[in-house]
């Protein structure tokens, strides 16, 4: 597994997270990077995208405004800064590398990390 996810957790509705995924690759920056997520019984849906040098992103419409995608290619390492959360928030977070640009669809990568979950109580 070269993606590795962390910063899930448990908070209350309005408050925020931070999300990371450390690309063990030497060549992450060759790779655009989506964060997708998954509730229980559904496929995994695309919350953000940032292509391989960082200029182009994009945000499923319920996150536009609260979520931040970010990337560090000397860190190897992509971000999602998750602000105002809610309840309908909750679910399990997944970072996924595809070459070079973003798709909305999670067929199109090829690399997965193994989840984070992410709970937000009313």
């Known amino acids: 597994v070269h993606l590795v996810e962390s910063g899930g957790g448990s908070v209350q509705a309005g408050e925020s997270l931070r999300l990371s995924c450390k690309d063990s690759?030497?060549?992450?920056?060759?790779?655009?990077l989506g964060w997708f997520r998954q509730y229980p019984g559904k496929l995994p849906e695309g919350v953000s995208c940032?292509?391989?040098?960082?200029?182009?992103?994009d945000y499923e419409d319920s996150v536009k405004g609260r979520f931040t995608i970010s990337r560090d290619n000397a860190e190897n390492t992509v971000y999602l800064d998750m602000n105002t959360l809610k309840p309908e928030d909750t679910a399990k977070y997944y970072c996924?590398?595809?070459?070079?640009?973003?798709?909305?669809?999670?067929?199109?990568?090829?690399?997965w990390g193994q989840g984070t979950q992410v709970t937000v109580f009313p």
């Open positions: 996924a590398a595809r070459p070079i640009s973003c798709s909305p669809s999670p067929n199109e990568y090829n690399e």
């Open positions: 690759r030497l060549t992450f920056n060759l790779y655009a």
């Open positions: 940032i292509d391989r040098d960082g200029i182009s992103t």
